[in-house]
């Protein structure tokens, strides 16, 4: 399974994706590099505005975490938590959030970047931190992620974090607003392609976009920016 990452920084960029998202045709491997490279080098530019036009001094310091320069407003939705409970907005104001987009057969990524996140969650408890923050794993392969494999996969890693997924018309219009792309395609072979984001998004307590953390990750840099957004707000 190759593995590509981009975040987008733009809405009107956002729509070129909606098409291509679920493709029940193979896809062009080539034309499907030039759209997440783009979607990379759109989130570029924007947080390099955010961070030359942005009152830094109101910001705290920090390791590896990318802030937008104003916060972005998401829209409700709602999903399916592994537990039978929906998952919407609301779920996510009154602490902070990490909230990550994969799927339980990934290969790769996807359980690297949750033994990472397992790893913050041990280390933010150490600090008494646990209920400031909420780590979210979101599937974007619906089909083949049953709510029970989903709850089975994420508890392997941490019985604390929430396992979600829903159909894809909700996925996509979540995805679009956080800035996450993700295709899914069936070959003809009968096998199914997944491409998806790497990023980690962070949402604030108010249920707030406010930036996100790319790969490569560690765990020890995620943990201490966490703590300096608590301290600071």
């Not at 399974?1 to 809405?11: D, N």
């Not at 990472?116 to 083949?144: C, N, T, Y």
Request: aromatic residues 10%.
């Amino acid at each position: 399974m190759p593995y590509r990452h981009g975040e987008f920084a733009g809405q009107a960029a956002m729509s070129r994706y909606t098409a291509a998202m679920t493709s029940p045709a193979p896809a062009s491997r080539p034309n499907l590099t030039v759209l997440i490279l783009l979607a990379a080098v759109v989130a570029a530019l924007g947080l390099w505005l955010g961070a030359r036009y942005a009152n830094t001094a109101a910001q705290p310091k920090l390791a590896s975490a990318l802030l937008y320069p104003t916060s972005r407003t998401i829209p409700d939705f709602t999903l399916q938590q592994a537990n039978g409970k929906p998952l919407t907005l609301a779920d996510w104001r009154g602490h902070w959030n990490l909230i990550y987009f994969g799927y339980t057969t990934c290969p790769d990524v996807c359980p690297t970047t949750l033994t990472e996140l397992k790893s913050v969650w041990a280390d933010l408890g150490k600090r008494g931190l646990h209920d400031k923050l909420r780590i979210d794993f979101i599937s974007i392969d619906p089909e083949r992620d049953t709510l029970d494999a989903l709850g089975k996969y994420v508890g392997f890693f941490s019985h604390d974090f929430v396992a979600a997924t829903g159909a894809d018309d909700a996925l996509l219009k979540l995805t679009r607003t956080l800035g996450i792309v993700y295709t899914r395609t069936k070959k003809a072979d009968g096998s199914v392609e997944v491409d998806h984001s790497g990023s980690i998004v962070i949402v604030d307590p108010q249920g707030r976009l406010i930036g996100l953390f790319r790969p490569p990750f560690a765990a020890k840099d995620l943990a201490d920016d966490i703590r300096a957004l608590i301290d600071r707000h």
